[in-house]
């Protein structure tokens, strides 16, 4: 067959788009992207390298549980390893306190490389019967020499133990009370002056930040019934996040909105996100699904920035299991479906007799 | 189970967290919220007397029933009110809460309590003003509870009533400034669940870590059934009734239990379900995909799996597993059987091909055998 003639066309592919970003803790990624990383290792593979500068990720609460305040821990702690600026909003008349509760990254090897190992496993997939194979040797470690943490994009955190506090001490920290202003005029500008830091122009990146707004609209707060103000926070919001090297995560429980407000704040994200609780001790679920024991709540990844592109990123599953290894890794999971028992299976049983259905006399096949 | 509320309103709150919180939620279906507010007021009393709770003391801040009704209350059902002034006040909002009677200053009988009567009971007129409630709240609460760590518990006879005076939001700020107070152990309290919006309940419900709803035992959703029936029905209703808890657990979870209670002459009694009705969490199921993932057994026993035609790497003869033998066979029959095998594929194949190459100039690689790549 004839051999295929490389077209000399006029267009060529332009590579050198995206600066090389030299700060630690960013990444780059398609379309001229860069990411940070939301702090939980499974969250960023899942979102496709992690929160890109510039978006807005809300996550819708379950008022029945805290799993928004892990995802936030999380957040603020790998801003916090990265030596990034950090503005932390929360109706509590004490934020700083929470800063506390912040995990540390997990240092040690012996850790790390247990929780690789089944996964290393599991990436081998289809075990192909290919003579080349025995020429390969010892299959190369993942991980490069270099496992200082200040280098790794996205560190794995042990919730039990606390960050420590020369982290907490550093000067590029903020925090903020939302709880008593009648209303948002100073936080919004508050979240100006912070965000002027890192705006964008066509340098390379020195620092980035990150914004963590918890509970926006709780009702404890004297603006929580205004809400075209707190929809138009979250829009000069954008537009200045936009604008600058950082990405915003606001948490809101949905429930306390009024369902229009609820959508129309959906909308605005850019990566939206929701957590759930689970019923404790539920016989159904346990029988439904596997590693229900582990489980303490649900993700939902109901959207997924795409930032300077129009394809859509299409996950493959878009509800995860949030677990906690040892009680210290949070880990997101694939929703498995227990095996069905052939016997006792309601719902397959209806499907399973199809041959006792029709009863159509002479068009038996 | 109402057992377990008083469990947890009893255990109290851990240094450092929020105290508990329960919410009693009643509606004109089921008008029964002060019957089991009352019965958790009479429990939590008997646990505070017999030393058992973490609160020393209770400050209820009565808006919808006077003092005067507490005190016969808790007498009839037993509390001994001989030391009272020692772990119970009430702040009276019933009386006089906008301060009306005060400001008609004249022959108007302002029946304060006298210093005989068995319950502390202060009176407060400016219920419009949330932060004086509180501070009313903790003095009291501190007069109770001691100079040192001593925590107390906080019960609010009707929150549908304050938020008539008072914003949602004031009201939200009230309740969570008292959750998170270091001197309060647990606070408790009603609301009428159709008076409000649902925006207000939601908030409501935000901020307690308990919920009780009541709610009428069988709902008569068909609209088509007889007076009779529906007569009956509301008989019913009017006695009995399903007590549904909600219950936030620390590691995230939420407990969800049911009773039936029925209201008798001595107060409210809760017996556990009699009919089980599956609670089938249709909302929570999302699609599930099938397991795909392995578990630690399966994964080592598919590790054990020879496959056929695999060189398996260790420097062992080929075998090939024509699937009929274990694994477990010894392995000093491997060699003679690796043998018989291979005398087997020689005789079946019988047959011969024969190739003739078309041409000369044919790339060498046509010849070559694709299976080469295998490792047979």
């Known amino acids: 067959m004839a051999a295929m003639k490389t077209r000399m066309s006029s267009f060529s592919r332009n590579t050198s788009v995206a600066p090389v970003p030299q700060a630690p803790g960013l990444k780059s990624g398609p379309n001229g992207t860069i990411f940070l990383s939301s702090g939980i290792p499974d969250l960023d593979k899942i979102l496709g390298g992690g ?34 600026h950090l503005l932390y909003a929360s109706p509590s008349k004490d934020p700083r306190a929470f800063l506390g509760t912040l995990p540390s990254p997990v240092l040690s090897k012996d850790d790390r490389s247990h929780n ?36 790794e994009y996205c560190n794995d955190f042990d919730l039990r133990k606390p960050l420590e506090r020369h982290f907490l001490t550093a000067q590029n920290i903020c925090c903020l009370s939302i709880q008593d202003p ?54 000069s919001l954008k537009g200045m996040i936009r604008d600058s090297n950082a990405v915003a995560v606001i948490t809101f429980p949905p429930s306390l909105l009024s369902p229009s407000s609820s959508k129309r704040w959906q909308h605005i994200a850019d990566t939206l996100l929701s957590v759930k609780a689970i019923p404790d001790e539920d016989k159904e679920l346990a029988n439904l699904l596997t590693g229900y024991q582990d489980m303490i709540g649900l993700l939902n990844v109901h959207k997924v920035a795409n930032v300077n592109t129009q394809v859509p990123v299409i996950l493959e599953a878009t509800t995860f299991s949030i677990k906690l290894q040892k009680r210290r890794h949070l880990v997101l999971e694939c929703l498995n479906q227990a095996p069905v028992d052939g016997s006792s299976g309601s719902s397959y049983a209806s499907t399973g007799s199809c041959s006792g259905s029709t009863k159509t006399g002479t068009l038996d096949f | ?90 702040l009276d909002c019933y009386t006089d809460p906008l301060g009306w009677k005060d400001s008609l200053k004249g022959p108007l009988d302002t029946k304060n309590f006298s210093l005989k009567d068995p ?64 001197r309060i152990s647990s606070t408790f309290w009603l609301l009428h669940s159709d008076l409000h ?100 057994k399966e994964r080592i026993d598919r590790a054990k799996v020879v496959l056929p035609f695999e060189h398996q790497g260790n420097g062992e003869p080929l ?29 079946s194949g019988k047959g011969e091909i024969i190739y003739f190459r078309d041409s000369d100039d044919e790339m060498p690689d046509s010849d070559e055998d694709p299976d080469d790549d295998l490792d047979i």
């Open chain 1, 182 to 235: 009648p209303n948002l005029a100073a936080f919004r500008d508050c979240c100006a002056k912070f965000l002027a830091q890192f705006s964008r122009n066509n340098s390379s990146i020195s620092c980035a930040g990150r914004v963590a707004i918890q509970s926006f609209c709780a009702p404890q707060c004297e603006y929580s019934n205004m809400e075209w103000d707190m929809l138009s926070f979250i829009r």
């Open chain 2, 1 to 90: 189970m109402a057992e377990s509320i008083c469990r947890n309103l009893r255990d109290g709150a851990l240094e450092g967290e929020h105290a508990p919180a329960l919410s009693i939620k009643d509606s004109i279906a089921t008008p029964f919220g002060s019957d089991v507010f009352n019965y958790v007021l009479t429990k939590l009393s008997a646990n505070i007397l017999a030393g058992k709770s973490q609160s020393k003391g209770i400050v209820l801040v009565a808006f919808s029933r006077s003092p005067s009704f507490y005190v016969d209350f808790l007498k009839t059902n037993g509390i001994d009110l001989v030391s009272a002034k020692k772990w119970i006040s009430i």
């Open chain 1, 116 to 151: 690789r190992d089944p996964e290393q496993l599991q990436e081998r997939g289809l075990r192909i019967a290919w003579q080349y194979k025995k020429y390969f040797g010892e299959p190369q470690p993942n991980f490069d020499s270099h496992r200082d943490t200040k280098h």
């Open chain 2, 119 to 182: 319950i502390e009971a202060v009176l407060f007129r400016h219920v419009r003003n949330l932060d004086l409630l509180f501070s009313a709240i903790i003095e009291m609460g501190e007069a109770l509870a001691g100079q040192g760590k001593g925590r107390f518990s906080v019960s609010i006879d009707l929150v549908t009533e304050m938020l008539r005076h008072a914003s949602l939001s004031s009201v939200a700020n009230l309740l969570s400034k008292v959750r998170s107070h270091d």
């Open chain 2, 197 to 296: 919006e649902i925006r207000a309940i939601a908030a409501l419900e935000y901020l307690s870590s308990m919920v009780g709803s009541l709610e009428p035992m069988n709902l008569s959703l068909n609209g088509q059934r007889g007076d009779l029936e529906k007569l009956s029905l509301l008989e019913q209703n009017s006695r009995k009734g399903k007590f549904h808890v909600r219950i936030k657990r620390r590691n995230g979870r939420v407990r969800v239990m049911c009773e039936d209670f029925h209201i008798e002459q001595s107060g409210i009694n809760f017996t556990p379900v009699s009919s089980e009705e599956g609670i089938i969490n249709q909302g929570l199921l999302p699609k599930v995909q099938f397991n795909l993932q392995l578990s630690e």
């Open chain 1, 51 to 84: 929160f890109p500068l510039g978006s807005l990720v809300m996550v819708m609460e379950d008022t029945e549980a805290p799993h928004h305040m892990l995802l936030l821990r999380n957040f603020m702690s790998q801003g916090l390893v990265h030596n990034q």
């Open chain 2, 319 to 347: 075998h090939i597993y024509d699937g009929r033998r274990s694994l477990s066979e010894g392995k000093d029959e491997k060699a003679s059987v690796s043998t018989e095998n291979l005398q087997t594929n020689e005789d």
